[in-house]
C-alpha cells in the first residue's frame, strides 16, 4: 500500500517522458497520457478508501526515517484532493485532446502539449503528499515551470504580456518561499512538517508570528488572496479553455491546501488567524465586486475564482474543526465547479467567437445542451439548494455563527454579501450570452493562436469532458452526507496533529 502514495507522481513523470519519445504518434501520446491519469484516478480511489478506514500511509524514500530523509504522507485530505484533482485533470485532458483533434485534425503532433501537462500532473500531487517543505518548494516548481510552457503555446504578443505578468510574480513568490525555508531551518534545525510542527512551539512568540505571516504571504500569492491576487485575472483569461480550467481549478487550490496544510499543523498563531479572517473578507468583497464590473466572461469567472478563495481562507480562520471542515468541503466543492465552468466558456467562446457578453445573445436558443451545462455549476457555484456549494456554504456560516469573535461574524456577513454578488454575477452571464435573439458566430479574431473559436460547434469529446465535470459537482451535493463526515474526521486529524506526527516520526525522535 505504501508504494501506491508515490505512484501518482512517478507515473505521471514516466508518463511525460515517454510521450517526447513518441512525439510522432499522437494517437499513442493521447493514450498514454489518458491510462495514465486514468489509473492515478483509481489510485486515488484506493488511497481515499484506505486513509479514512485505516489511517495515513507513510513512505521514507531511500530508507531514510524522518526526519532526515524524504518522506511522502497521504492522510484524508491530501487523498481526497489527489481523488478530485486527478478526475478534473482526466476531464480536461479529454476537452484538450477533443479541441486538438476537431482543430488540426487527428494526425496533428503535439510534442509539447501531453508531456507539460503531464509533468503538472505530478507536481500537483507531490504538493499533496510530501512531508517536508524543501520537496513542496520541488512540488511548485514543478507545476510552474509546466505551466510556464502550457499558457505560452502558440502565443499571441497579449499572451505573451500576460505570461511575463503569471512568471515574475511566480518567480518572485518562489524567491520569498526559498527564504521562509532559509528561516524555517535556522530557527528550528529542520524542514520536516511533523518535526517542525514541535519544533516552532519552542521559538519565541514574536518569531513564530513573523514566520507564520510569511509563510501566509508566500502561499497567499500562490493562492491568489487579496492583495495577492492581481496576476490572476490578467493571465488566466488568455489561455485557451482546458489550461484556464486546469489552472484555476487546481492551481490556486494547491496554495490553499498548503495553507490549511501548514496552518494547522505548524503556524497556529492567534494573531495569524484573525490576519486571515481579515484576508477572507477583502478576498470575497473585492473579488465578487471585480467580477460584476467585467464584460468579459473569462475575466468575470477569474474574478469569481479569486473571490471564492476567501471563502476557504474563511473556514480556516474559525480556526474549528467546523470552520475547517467547511474549508475543506469548500476546497472539493471549488475544485470541480470552477474547471466546469472555464470548460462550458470555452464551449460557449467557440459557439459565439468572442468573449463579450455585450457581443453574445441567444445561446440558450442555438445550443441547449451549453446553457444546461453553465446553468448548473452557476447556480452551484453562487450556492443555491440542494447544489454542493449551498451545504459548504452552510457548514462555514454554523462555524461563524458559533464563534463569540468579531471578525468572525463580519467574515460570515461578508460570505453571505458574497453569495448574492456571484449570484448577480452568474445572472448577468445567463441574460447577456444566453438569453435573446440568436446571432451568428463572430468570426476568429486570430487563428494563428491555440484555438479556433467561431466554428459554431464543438466535438463530442469536448462536450463529454464538460458533462463529466457538472455531474461530478452533482455528484458532490449527492454524496454530501459521507463527504461532510470524512471532512470533519480530516479536520479533526488536522488541527490535532498527533496522528500526522505519530505515523511519520519513528519511535525516540527527542522532542
Not at 485533470?89 to 502539449?113: C, H, K, N, P, W
Not at 503555446?153 to 521562509?180: D, E, G, N, P, Q
Not at 468572525?408 to 444566453?434: I, P
Request: hydrophobic share 55%.
Amino acid at each position: 500500500m505504501t508504494v501506491l502514495i508515490a505512484l501518482p507522481v512517478l507515473l505521471p513523470l514516466l508518463g511525460a517522458a515517454l510521450s517526447l519519445i513518441l512525439g510522432r504518434r499522437p494517437d499513442l501520446q493521447r493514450v498514454l497520457a489518458l491510462t495514465v491519469l486514468s489509473v492515478v484516478v483509481v489510485i486515488a480511489s484506493v488511497l481515499v478508501h484506505h486513509t479514512d478506514t485505516e489511517g495515513p500511509i507513510v513512505l521514507q524514500l531511500g530508507g531514510y526515517a524522518a526526519p532526515f530523509g524524504i518522506t511522502l504522507v497521504a492522510d484524508r485530505l491530501a487523498a481526497l484532493l489527489l481523488l478530485v484533482s486527478a478526475v478534473v485533470t482526466l476531464a480536461v485532458l479529454v476537452f484538450s485532446i477533443g479541441q486538438r483533434v476537431t482543430d488540426y485534425g487527428r494526425e496533428t503532433v503535439s510534442t509539447t502539449f501531453q508531456p507539460a501537462y503531464l509533468v503538472l500532473c505530478a507536481g500537483v500531487s507531490l504538493a499533496y503528499i510530501t512531508g517536508d517543505l524543501f520537496n513542496l518548494f520541488v512540488a511548485f516548481e514543478i507545476m510552474l515551470s509546466a505551466s510556464y510552457v502550457l499558457i505560452t503555446r502558440r502565443t499571441s504578443a497579449r499572451r505573451v504580456r500576460a505570461a511575463m505578468t503569471y512568471v515574475i510574480v511566480s518567480l518572485t513568490s518562489s524567491l520569498l518561499f526559498i527564504t521562509l525555508i532559509a528561516l524555517v531551518y535556522a530557527a528550528t534545525g529542520t524542514i520536516n512538517l511533523a518535526e517542525l510542527s514541535l519544533a516552532f512551539r519552542d521559538l519565541a512568540p514574536g518569531v513564530q508570528t513573523s514566520i507564520a505571516l510569511l509563510a501566509t504571504v508566500v502561499f497567499g500569492i500562490k493562492a491568489a488572496l487579496v492583495p495577492l491576487h492581481f496576476w490572476l485575472p490578467d493571465s488566466y483569461p488568455t489561455a485557451p479553455a482546458p489550461i484556464t480550467a486546469v489552472f484555476a481549478g487546481l492551481l490556486t487550490k494547491v496554495g490553499v491546501y498548503v495553507l490549511i496544510r501548514t496552518h494547522t499543523l505548524i503556524f497556529q498563531n492567534d494573531t495569524v488567524w484573525n490576519v486571515l479572517l481579515v484576508v477572507s473578507i477583502l478576498t470575497m468583497i473585492v473579488g465578487a465586486l471585480g467580477a460584476i464590473a467585467q464584460e468579459d466572461v473569462n475575466r468575470l469567472l477569474s474574478f469569481l475564482l479569486v473571490s471564492h478563495i476567501g471563502f476557504m481562507l474563511f473556514g480556516l480562520g474559525m480556526a474549528t474543526v467546523v470552520g475547517v471542515t467547511g474549508a475543506i468541503l469548500y476546497v472539493v466543492h471549488h475544485i470541480t465547479v470552477q474547471a466546469a465552468l472555464f470548460l462550458v466558456s470555452g464551449l460557449l467562446t467557440r459557439r459565439t467567437g468572442t468573449v463579450s457578453m455585450r457581443e453574445m445573445s441567444g445561446v440558450a436558443r442555438s445550443a441547449p445542451l451549453v446553457a444546461v451545462l453553465f446553468a448548473v455549476p452557476a447556480l452551484n457555484l453562487a450556492g443555491i439548494p440542494p447544489f454542493s456549494g449551498f451545504i459548504a456554504k452552510i457548514t462555514l456560516f454554523r462555524a461563524g455563527a458559533e464563534s463569540a469573535t468579531v471578525w468572525a461574524y463580519a467574515a460570515t456577513g461578508a460570505a453571505v454579501l458574497t453569495s448574492f454578488l456571484t449570484l448577480y454575477a452568474m445572472t448577468r452571464v445567463w441574460v447577456g450570452a444566453f438569453w435573446g435573439a440568436e446571432r451568428e458566430p463572430f468570426p476568429d479574431a486570430d487563428p494563428t493562436d491555440e484555438v479556433t473559436v467561431g466554428t459554431g460547434h464543438s466535438s463530442m469529446p469536448m462536450v463529454v469532458a464538460s458533462s463529466l465535470l457538472v455531474v461530478a459537482g452533482v455528484v458532490i451535493s449527492l454524496i454530501a452526507g459521507p463527504l461532510a463526515t470524512m471532512s470533519e474526521r480530516a479536520a479533526e486529524d488536522l488541527l490535532d496533529g498527533d496522528q500526522y506526527r505519530t505515523v511519520v516520526l519513528p519511535e525516540g525522535v527527542p522532542r
